[in-house]
């Protein structure tokens, strides 16, 4: 490998080749190319108790290790089918209403070319692109890249992106927005990029869901279930969370993250993919009349979602919004992978929220109502001692 590296990142010199499946990962080679580097065979995992703690102590970064993944027992993986079932259509009216933003909006320089930001992100990229493919007969280039809170964008994915394609065509994309973190690591990491003489990429960031108000590129605001945050690597092509560890990883290289192989057997990663894009022909209207409503409607960026964790966190008394984790995604994401104090429900028999229950119970961690949340949930990560505000 010759690459030679600056602020900007690389800028001359081989850059590293994108990872596909069936070698990484279970989607198809077509569907995404992942912008990582296979660390499968390094021991990253660690006690999600212990890793918290080192986490929250500023002894550790969380991108620099990753969690025990939580496999849920039979009854969660049953609900998690009843939750794809009932939420397809919504899931696909969503898909198709971003996606004709894009496409209307971001083609100035070429069909668009997405740029999830793995793994959240890449489930809803490949459904972008079967929306495209379907309903247009367009096919859009879809990447999966690394981003990490307080670290930013990876630099040498930026680099390979912008040696094979315009940087202005280009639309990053997520599955769902909280208080809007990654939002502002994106821009910030963008124009930091670009003020080093790099690659100047938009940082209209496109989402299925955005109940936090802090994207202008959506499917809904409405806080609801994206059946994709049910589970981890197994709803995600069997990829891990996206690792930067300096220990492990040279300057020209990618970001990168474990194919679990082993989790083959469990894995519905395309069956989630396939009963969404299922449904896209038979929501085509709906989608018509929602495109409508979002163009005409307010999309401004408010980050009303930054406000009320900010409110939360006051009257909680935490230290850090970073463990304020807002919207029923994120929520998931807590009983998944982190130590959770308490989980706050707006409407505790709503449907969405099922298998929050179930995890609640599951790990023994209370519920709380709370009838004017300003989302569906939020889940609070506990504090622990000699806590840096990290997490």
Known sequence: ???TTTASGPVEGAI??????PGFGSYRADEVA??????SGVDLEGDIATREAAVQSGRAHYAESLPVEYQPDAAYRELFE???????DRLARAVGVVTELVLAERSAAGPPVLASLARAGTPVGILMRRWAQRRHGVDLPHYAVSIVRDRGIDRVALAHLAAHHDPASVVFVDGWTGKGAITRELTAALREVARDGGPVFSDDLAVLADPGHCARTFGTRDDFLIASACLNSTVSGLVSRTVLNPRLLRPDQFHGAKYYRELADQDVSNRLLDRVAERFDAVAPAVVTDLESVRHGDRSMTFAGWAAVERIADEYGIGSVNFVKPGVG???????RRVPE????????DPDLAHLRLLAADRGVPLEVVPDLPYSSVGLVR???TVSGEG
């Open 82 to 88: 009843t939750v794809l079932a009932g939420t397809a």
């Open 34 to 39: 992942w912008l990582l580097t296979d660390l």
């Open 383 to 385: 504090q622990l001692p």
């Open 342 to 349: 308490r989980i706050l429900v707006r409407d505790p028999d």
């Open 1 to 3: 490998m010759t690459v």
């Open 16 to 21: 590293p080749a994108p990872l596909t499946g």
């Open 330 to 336: 994120e929520t998931t994401r807590v009983l998944l």
